[in-house]
């Protein structure tokens, strides 16, 4: 039998029990040669290469091995807020069918207060109405002071007019002033019956006593009203005051605020006629009250301007203006002669 070495022909020797071969002295130390070289170079080679190799494999196990952790983590995550993401939508569209039932809702109920509302309104004006007709009977005012119940209606009165007016100007901006909507009967009912309870003698006194914070927001709502805005209201408040102004403690109360005199120089430029005529009348009271009493220094009642303006109104075309300016100057012209001052001629 023979096998090749080193590209060589070896012979076996036949009947050898451990079956040795016959090799050339060369060849064998050629191969003895290789060996020991490979002996010396291949941990060399081997060692540094396989050793980071091993490394690199075995950091590559472990991070395969984390990658996948965290993608089984992460995958659980995902599986986790999907569940959420779907309980959330499912939140989310129950929520939103409820919010569109309340809107419905909502939008019933704001119907209906809008009816209650204008049914109130309508009733409330027709009240105030049927009691501002009431309010011209001077048996009916005394019983209303002796019924011991004014007081609390006088109150809502004030509180009323003054949230009304304050509201005047936004309702401007929205729309057109409507002297005929239920709220303006309403409010003008409430100044009409003020008006009639302070034309009898028993009530003017009662407002001239026991109503100074009524008297106060009427002088107040005359100052804030803007020129030509719901002159009748205007109207029926300077005619309360004018009736109040009648009684002495009423007239000496209104005539103490400072601000009084001002507003009746602004109102006498409103461009109402109706407006310019009671606000002449409420001056012709406070004119009575200063004859005798001494004027500050400055008074409004001795200012040229005031006597010019009067002037002007008494060439108005409307007849009772005019003779009510024509009075009124002449007395500012009295008060102006008896106060030292020089007249102005018109």
Same mark, same amino acid.
């Given at each position: 039998?023979?096998?090749?070495?080193?590209?060589?022909?070896?012979?076996?020797? %036949?009947?050898?029990?451990?079956?040795?071969?016959?090799?050339?002295?060369?060849?064998?130390?050629?191969?003895?040669?290789?060996?020991?070289?490979?002996?010396?170079?291949?941990?060399?080679?081997? @060692?540094?290469?396989?050793?980071?190799?091993?490394?690199? #494999? *075995?950091?590559?196990?472990?991070?395969?091995?984390?990658?996948?952790?965290?993608?089984?983590?992460l995958r659980q995550e995902c599986l986790h807020l999907q569940s959420r993401l779907d309980a959330v939508q499912s939140e989310c569209?129950?929520?939103?069918?409820?919010?569109?039932?309340?809107?419905?809702?909502?939008?019933?109920?704001?119907?209906?207060?809008?009816?209650?509302?204008?049914?109130?309104?309508?009733?409330?004006?027709?009240?105030? !109405?049927?009691?501002?007709?009431?309010?011209?009977?001077?048996?009916?005012?005394?019983?209303?002071?002796?019924?011991?119940?004014?007081?609390?209606?006088?109150?809502? #009165?004030?509180?009323?007019?003054?949230?009304?007016?304050? !509201?005047?100007?936004?309702?401007?901006?929205?729309?057109?002033?409507?002297?005929?909507? %239920?709220?303006? +009967?309403?409010?003008?009912?409430?100044?009409?019956?003020?008006?009639?309870?302070?034309?009898?003698?028993?009530?003017?006194?009662?407002?001239?006593?026991?109503?100074?914070?009524?008297?106060?927001?009427?002088?107040?709502?005359?100052?804030?009203?803007?020129?030509?805005?719901?002159?009748?209201?205007?109207?029926l408040m300077l005619m309360a005051l004018y009736n109040v102004s009648i009684s002495v403690k009423g007239l000496k109360y209104i005539?103490? @605020?400072?601000?009084?005199?001002?507003?009746?120089?602004?109102?006498?430029?409103?461009?109402?006629?109706?407006?310019?005529?009671?606000?002449? *009348?409420?001056?012709?009271?406070?004119?009575?009250?200063?004859?005798?009493?001494?004027?500050?220094?400055? !008074?409004?009642?001795?200012?040229?301007?005031?006597?010019? *303006?009067?002037?002007?109104?008494?060439?108005?075309?409307?007849?009772?203006?005019?003779?009510?300016?024509?009075?009124?100057?002449?007395?500012?012209?009295?008060?102006? +002669?008896?106060?030292?001052?020089?007249?102005? !001629?018109?």
């Amino acid at each position: 039998m023979a096998a090749s070495v080193g590209g060589k022909q070896l012979s076996q020797s %036949h009947g050898a029990k451990d079956g040795f071969v016959k090799v050339r002295k060369r060849d064998l130390e050629k191969l003895t040669t290789e060996v020991m070289q490979l002996r010396e170079f291949l941990p060399k080679i081997l @060692n540094g290469d396989l050793i980071e190799m091993l490394h690199k #494999a *075995r950091a590559a196990e472990t991070m395969r091995e984390r990658v996948a952790q965290e993608q089984e983590q992460l995958r659980q995550e995902c599986l986790h807020l999907q569940s959420r993401l779907d309980a959330v939508q499912s939140e989310c569209q129950k929520e939103r069918e409820e919010k569109l039932l309340l809107r419905e809702q909502l939008w019933q109920s704001g119907a209906e207060l809008q009816q209650q509302a204008d049914f109130c309104s309508g009733l409330g004006a027709s009240a105030c !109405s049927l009691l501002w007709s009431c309010s011209a009977r001077e048996d009916a005012v005394t019983h209303w002071l002796a019924d011991g119940k004014l007081q609390s209606f006088l109150v809502v #009165a004030a509180q009323t007019l003054e949230s009304f007016v304050k !509201s005047l100007d936004e309702e401007l901006k929205a729309e057109p002033e409507d002297h005929n909507s %239920h709220e303006h +009967q309403f409010v003008l009912a409430l100044a009409g019956v003020i008006t009639n309870i302070a034309a009898v003698t028993c009530g003017r006194d009662y407002l001239s006593s026991s109503a100074h914070i009524l008297l106060d927001t009427l002088m107040k709502l005359l100052e804030l009203m803007k020129p030509g805005v719901f002159p009748k209201l205007k109207v029926l408040m300077l005619m309360a005051l004018y009736n109040v102004s009648i009684s002495v403690k009423g007239l000496k109360y209104i005539s103490e @605020n400072p601000g009084l005199l001002p507003l009746i120089w602004t109102l006498l430029n409103d461009g109402d006629w109706e407006v310019c005529l009671h606000s002449l *009348r409420l001056l012709q009271s406070v004119l009575l009250e200063e004859e005798e009493a001494p004027l500050p220094p400055g !008074s409004p009642l001795l200012d040229p301007g005031l006597l010019a *303006r009067v002037g002007q109104l008494t060439s108005s075309p409307q007849p009772g203006l005019r003779l009510t300016a024509q009075q009124t100057l002449e007395d500012l012209q009295v008060l102006h +002669q008896v106060r030292g001052c020089k007249p102005t !001629s018109f």
